[in-house]
């Protein structure tokens, strides 16, 4: 019957409320914590909060070679592979037990070793002080997401 009563305004030229959305607004309206949350979405598909994981570095028979970028890897840069994060974007990564932290550009795809979450040049790796492990605890941060129209320019 209400199927009926909205057809027949929508036929006289009488829009009807879409009392479904209008409920969602209020409710918005009402709940701060929503707005706030929907607020901190990261603006970009790509742009993930931190991550917290083990970081591990390239082996220096990696120098020299292409990365996902197309690019070459050169050891002393501060390149970095992670799975997800778009290319190009810049990230800074912490090392939990030291508190040391550099900031990376995301360049290749990677790491490909279990429980690891982002691989780095062996300069990067000096810098936070986790050469000698070989790995680290880490929390990745990123600083910078390029938009779509970036990376594509950067192939």
Do not use: C, W
């Given at each position: ?26 409710e ?6 929503q ?26 028979r990696f120098?020299?070679?292409r ?52 691989d ?11 050469k ?24």
């Open positions: 019957m209400a199927m009926a009563a909205g057809a027949a305004l929508m036929v006289l030229g009488v829009a009807t409320p879409n009392l479904s959305s209008s409920a969602d607004a209020a918005r309206a009402r709940n701060p914590q707005q706030r949350a929907a607020a901190a979405k990261p603006q970009h598909p790509g742009a993930a909060r931190s991550q917290r994981g083990t970081a591990s570095y390239y082996a220096q120098n020299g070679r990365m996902a970028n197309g690019k070459r890897f050169d050891a002393r840069s501060n390149s970095a592979a992670h799975r997800t994060l778009p290319l190009g974007t810049t990230a800074r990564v912490t090392n939990v037990e030291n508190g040391r932290s550099v900031e990376v550009k995301v360049e290749d795809r990677g790491p490909y070793a279990r429980n690891r979450v982002i780095l040049s062996p300069r990067t790796a000096q810098e936070l002080g986790m000698e492990q070989g790995t680290a605890q880490v929390v990745v941060t990123p600083v910078q997401v390029p938009d779509q129209d970036e990376r594509y320019a950067q192939r």
